[in-house]
Nanobody, 126 residues
């Protein structure tokens, strides 16, 4: 079992920045990929970014590419999502998730992720 806790969400004006953190506990010695997803009101959950265990492989949704950066500190069992140049359309609840079946590749599909955090709200105002 892996427990995930997101933090760092909040309210920011358009153009601003936030850094989300996803802290893992439990079987943190496992080599797993981590993804960030988001869900806005009335919309389906969508993929945002993912990172493999060693961090060399990452993937981003086209909508955030060039603005968001995913990184991880395996010693701290923490994954980060640096979000710059935020837009109103980035407003959503952001979730981190673990793909226990993958360590060195990443998936963009939510169904491939086994463990999920409770989410953190990001609100971008214009």
């Amino acid at each position: 079992q892996v427990q995930l806790v997101e933090s760092g969400g909040g309210s920011v004006q358009a153009g601003g920045s936030l850094r989300l953190s996803c802290a893992a506990s439990g079987r943190t010695s496992s080599r797993y990929a981590v993804g960030w997803f988001r869900q806005a009101p009335g919309k389906e959950r969508e993929f945002v970014a993912a990172i493999a265990y060693l961090g060399g492989t990452t993937a981003y949704a086209d909508s955030v590419k060039g603005r968001f950066t995913i990184s991880r500190d395996n010693a701290k069992s923490t994954v980060y999502l640096q979000m710059n140049s935020l837009k109103s359309e980035d407003t959503a609840v952001y979730y981190c998730a673990v793909d226990a079946a993958r360590g060195f590749t990443v998936s963009r599909e939510g169904v491939d992720y086994n463990y999920w955090g409770q989410g953190t709200q990001v609100t971008v105002s214009t």
